[in-house]
């Protein structure tokens, strides 16, 4: 029962975690919250859906083709909508990435209508595995297996690369970053594009996990996602990662002690509480104020 | 007076008055958040449950004690007051986006509370009986309109507000001024649900239903989406904000399916193009003295110095 609930909390929680990353890189380059990020895994989620149903294409390259849209979508977003705010005030970034959101949404909800649309049968075959007293399907064990590949790439990049190199400096001190030659919007583009990436992934595999794909999937999504990266604190890799993680195993562990009704709550409440102990998050960095 | 008022107000078209009336909670609920957000600086995105929790006491209150309207309004004010004091003691020594995913996290944990309580009905929602006075209620609206501009418009200009003015220019100097922080904080934090939990009062025998949902994070962003585009801190702004925003989409209606998405192109529109809103930085008073010929007061200067401050100065905090 417990190794059951765990599997299911972890599966859960690295899809959360994916949507995760995308929030805190973005925000530790620019500060801003993506609140469109959301709105990205929609429609990672649709794409994959229409690629396996109308492109008949293998899981796989779904992904692949709703990860490859999605980064479009990311770096052209930022581009139309963040870019000319970069100099203005937080604020108004923000209430234009919650345009960008209410746009996206009902568009989804216009071209794919309000119900929600499973994936087609045998995309993914499905086969329970017994350990023990758990059942876990094989479903749950690509979710966890492709969230860890997705994550360690992500890392890999970040930490080993030149442009990994050139987030990282930028995240440090914008303007520094800037005058030693790094071209920063450039930076800020991959930056969406990488997010993008995970988020639609976590989309494609969400969609298969619960096979329920609709245009307001999204909100909720990227809301407990957003919890999830503040959770870890916000602008860390790792703690989005873990903060995923932390979210996913705890609502389940709650549904599974008989507060499914609360279900939405959870992972607020614990956000909530934490932050009320550690006010940066689990792994964020300690603010200094100057005077 | 109740009768006559009533008989001038059959004349209006039914659905011109709620558009009239749905304007007036919207301005409501939009300066109950400019003191919080605007004045104070403090992000928060989940003002709708201060209106959600206002709705539903003030709602249970008639229901069951069927109390005279203006009573159950203030009551319920203090009600929704409280419940943002105790809630902002301890988190409002959180700065920045960390206290604004903390608000949300609320908004989210009362609108649950309130889909599994059975005083609210639960998932079906409440029925709101009509309010216990004479007067029309589209008159009652904008009664508490103009009380809060009223009201909204002398904080700015207090000690208070001022006090209220320099924490969000910058918390540390501010102390230093000998301005205790957290309690003027937390003081900000009540007043805005003080006017919110009103406006939900409001909301809930205007419309006459009432469900959690009703409330969620998108009623929230409504909110802030009325503040920022008229301009933070600005008293005018958000009366103007709250107006179109409260108006477009039903002058959106004729575009039916597209209305939702020209709202959020809107929004993005309109913030690349006045980032700071439609008064940032400006008020009404000015406006009105510099198309006088006279040179605005020292005041005014001031009063913009500040909010330009609190605009960078919240690039980096």
């Not at chain 2, 449950?49 to 004010?77: D, E, Q, R």
């Not at chain 2, 943002?84 to 996290?105: K, N, S, V």
């Not at chain 2, 006075?133 to 200009?157: D, R, S």
């Not at chain 2, 940032?280 to 110095?305: D, H, N, W, Y």
Request: aromatic share 10%.
């Amino acid at each position: 029962m417990f190794f059951q609930q765990l599997i299911n909390g972890i599966a859960l929680g690295s899809t959360y975690a994916l949507i995760a990353l995308g929030y805190t890189m973005v925000y530790g380059i620019i500060t801003l919250i993506n609140f469109a990020h959301g709105e990205i895994y929609m429609v990672g989620a649709f794409v994959g859906l229409f690629a396996t149903a109308i492109l008949k294409v293998n899981f796989f390259v779904a992904m692949l083709i709703a990860m490859v849209v999605c980064m479009l979508l990311g770096m052209f977003i930022e581009r139309i909508a963040y870019r000319p705010l970069r100099k203005s005030s937080r604020l108004s970034a923000l209430i234009s990435a919650i345009g960008v959101s209410i746009f996206l949404s009902s568009l989804a909800q216009m071209l794919f209508g309000a119900n929600a649309k499973g994936y087609p049968e045998g995309v993914f075959p499905v086969k329970q595995i017994t350990i023990g007293s758990a059942e876990i399907s094989t479903l749950q064990l690509l979710i966890i297996a492709i969230s860890a590949i997705l994550m360690i790439s992500l890392e890999f990049i970040v930490h080993k690369t030149k442009i990994g190199k050139a987030m990282r400096a930028t995240s440090e001190d914008y303007n520094t970053a800037a005058l030693m030659g790094i071209n920063v919007n450039m930076v800020i583009s991959f930056t969406f594009a990488l997010g993008s990436a995970l988020a639609a992934a976590g989309g494609v595999l969400v969609g298969l996990l619960f096979n329920a794909v609709s245009f307001n999937m999204g909100l909720m999504a990227g809301l407990k996602a957003f919890a999830a990266a503040v959770l870890g604190g916000i602008g860390s890799i790792p703690g989005a990662m873990l903060g995923g993680l932390l979210l996913g195993v705890t609502e389940v562990a709650g549904v599974a002690f008989g507060f499914s009704s609360y279900r939405d709550a959870i992972a607020f409440a614990i956000l909530v509480l934490v932050l009320l102990v550690k006010p940066t998050g689990l792994l964020g960095r300690k603010i200094q104020k100057k005077v | 007076m109740g009768d006559f008022l009533q008989q001038l107000i059959g004349y209006i078209n039914p659905y011109y008055l709620q558009i009239f009336v749905n304007i007036g909670i919207g301005i409501i609920l939009a300066l109950g958040l400019n003191v919080v957000t605007g004045l104070t600086g403090q992000l928060s995105l989940g003002h709708a449950a201060f209106m959600s929790i206002g709705a539903f006491t003030s709602a249970v209150l008639t229901i069951k004690l069927g109390m005279p309207f203006s009573i159950n309004l203030l009551l319920t004010g203090f009600i929704t007051a409280a419940v943002a004091a105790l809630i902002g003691l301890p988190i409002l020594r959180l700065t920045g986006d960390y206290l604004a995913i903390c608000t949300l996290g609320f908004a989210e944990i009362v609108k649950v509370v309130f889909l599994n309580l059975d005083i609210t009905n639960r998932a079906l929602g409440l029925s709101v009986p009509s309010a216990n006075t004479e007067i029309p209620m589209p008159v009652v609206v904008w009664i508490v309109v103009l009380l809060t501009i009223v009201c909204v418009t002398c904080i700015h200009n207090s000690r208070f507000g001022r006090a209220l003015m320099a924490v969000r220019g910058d918390e540390i100097a501010a102390e230093a001024m000998g301005i205790n922080v957290t309690r003027y904080k937390v003081q900000s934090f009540a007043l805005g649900a003080f006017i919110a939990g009103v406006g939900g009062g409001l909301y809930a025998h205007f419309m006459g239903y009432i469900n959690p949902s009703d409330f969620g994070f998108l009623k929230s962003v409504d909110i802030l989406s009325m503040v920022v585009l008229g301009g933070l801190g600005s008293i005018t702004g958000s009366v103007i904000g709250a107006t179109i925003l409260s108006a477009a989409p039903e002058f959106l209606r004729f575009m039916a399916n597209y209305r939702m998405l020209v709202y959020g192109g809107l929004l993005v529109c309109m913030m690349i193009f006045r980032p700071n809103g439609l008064m940032g930085g400006t008020s009404f008073t000015e406006i009105v003295l510099r198309a006088l010929g006279r040179k605005p007061r020292l005041k005014a200067i001031m009063e913009q110095k500040n909010s330009e401050l609190s605009r960078s100065g919240n690039g980096d905090t």
